[in-house]
Protein backbone atom coordinates (compact mmCIF):
# COMPACT_ATOMS: atom_id res chain seq x y z
CA UNK A 1 0.00 0.00 0.00
CA UNK A 2 1.23 3.42 -0.85
CA UNK A 3 -0.07 6.89 -0.36
CA UNK A 4 1.66 10.65 -1.27
CA UNK A 5 2.42 12.96 1.70
CA UNK A 6 2.25 16.63 0.24
CA UNK A 7 5.11 18.72 2.26
CA UNK A 8 3.88 22.24 0.91
CA UNK A 9 3.68 22.34 -2.60
CA UNK A 10 7.38 21.81 -3.84
CA UNK A 11 7.62 18.31 -2.29
CA UNK A 12 6.12 15.09 -2.37
CA UNK A 13 7.33 11.93 -0.37
CA UNK A 14 5.78 8.56 -0.79
CA UNK A 15 5.16 6.63 2.44
CA UNK A 16 4.90 2.46 2.65
CA UNK A 17 4.11 -0.01 4.60
CA UNK A 18 6.66 -2.43 5.24
CA UNK A 19 6.24 -5.83 4.89
CA UNK A 20 6.57 -8.40 8.18
CA UNK A 21 9.88 -9.67 6.20
CA UNK A 22 11.17 -5.99 6.41
CA UNK A 23 10.22 -5.03 9.61
CA UNK A 24 12.10 -7.90 10.70
CA UNK A 25 15.12 -7.37 9.25
CA UNK A 26 15.42 -3.62 10.12
CA UNK A 27 14.80 -4.87 14.35
CA UNK A 28 16.91 -7.87 13.71
CA UNK A 29 19.99 -4.70 12.55
CA UNK A 30 18.64 -2.10 15.28
CA UNK A 31 18.27 0.11 12.75
CA UNK A 32 15.42 1.26 14.69
CA UNK A 33 14.30 2.02 18.30
CA UNK A 34 11.73 -0.87 20.28
CA UNK A 35 8.60 -0.74 20.20
CA UNK A 36 8.78 -0.07 24.13
CA UNK A 37 11.34 2.42 23.58
CA UNK A 38 9.50 4.24 21.31
CA UNK A 39 6.16 4.14 24.05
CA UNK A 40 8.11 5.47 26.60
CA UNK A 41 9.27 8.91 24.69
CA UNK A 42 5.01 9.32 24.17
CA UNK A 43 3.61 11.01 27.54
CA UNK A 44 0.07 9.61 28.48
CA UNK A 45 -2.56 9.74 30.88
CA UNK A 46 -3.57 6.51 33.05
CA UNK A 47 -6.73 6.83 30.85
CA UNK A 48 -5.59 6.47 27.54
CA UNK A 49 -5.80 3.56 25.11
CA UNK A 50 -2.99 2.96 22.02
CA UNK A 51 -5.33 2.35 19.33
CA UNK A 52 -3.03 1.53 16.63
CA UNK A 53 1.21 1.61 15.47
CA UNK A 54 2.67 1.49 12.52
CA UNK A 55 5.95 1.56 10.91
CA UNK A 56 5.89 3.15 7.76
CA UNK A 57 8.93 3.99 5.65
CA UNK A 58 8.39 7.75 4.08
CA UNK A 59 11.29 8.25 1.69
CA UNK A 60 13.74 6.10 3.37
CA UNK A 61 13.07 7.72 7.24
CA UNK A 62 11.28 5.10 9.22
CA UNK A 63 8.27 6.53 11.01
CA UNK A 64 6.12 5.52 13.86
CA UNK A 65 3.00 6.51 13.55
CA UNK A 66 0.54 6.04 17.00
CA UNK A 67 -3.04 6.55 17.19
CA UNK A 68 -3.96 6.99 20.75
CA UNK A 69 -7.02 7.41 22.73
CA UNK A 70 -7.07 10.12 24.65
CA UNK A 71 -9.54 9.66 28.15
CA UNK A 72 -12.63 12.52 26.86
CA UNK A 73 -12.44 10.65 23.42
CA UNK A 74 -10.04 12.39 21.24
CA UNK A 75 -7.59 10.64 18.88
CA UNK A 76 -4.56 11.70 19.07
CA UNK A 77 -1.89 10.47 16.27
CA UNK A 78 1.76 10.98 17.21
CA UNK A 79 4.64 9.77 14.61
CA UNK A 80 7.91 9.50 15.84
CA UNK A 81 11.46 8.84 13.88
CA UNK A 82 12.13 5.47 14.56
CA UNK A 83 15.93 6.14 15.14
CA UNK A 84 15.91 8.88 17.26
CA UNK A 85 12.60 8.47 19.21
CA UNK A 86 12.03 12.30 18.15
CA UNK A 87 8.35 13.64 17.73
CA UNK A 88 8.55 14.36 13.42
CA UNK A 89 4.22 15.23 13.47
CA UNK A 90 5.12 18.68 13.10
CA UNK A 91 6.85 17.48 9.62
CA UNK A 92 4.38 14.90 8.96
CA UNK A 93 1.32 17.92 8.99
CA UNK A 94 2.92 19.91 6.97
Known amino acids: MSSAVAYGQEHSYEST ?3 KEELAEILK ?3 ILSLEKIIS ?7 DRML ?8 G ?3 YQIEILKGNGVVITH ?3 GKSGNDVSNIMEE
Open 52 to 59: EVELLNYD
Open 41 to 47: KLSKEPN
Open 61 to 63: LLI
Open 17 to 19: HLS
Open 79 to 81: FLD
Open 29 to 31: KGD
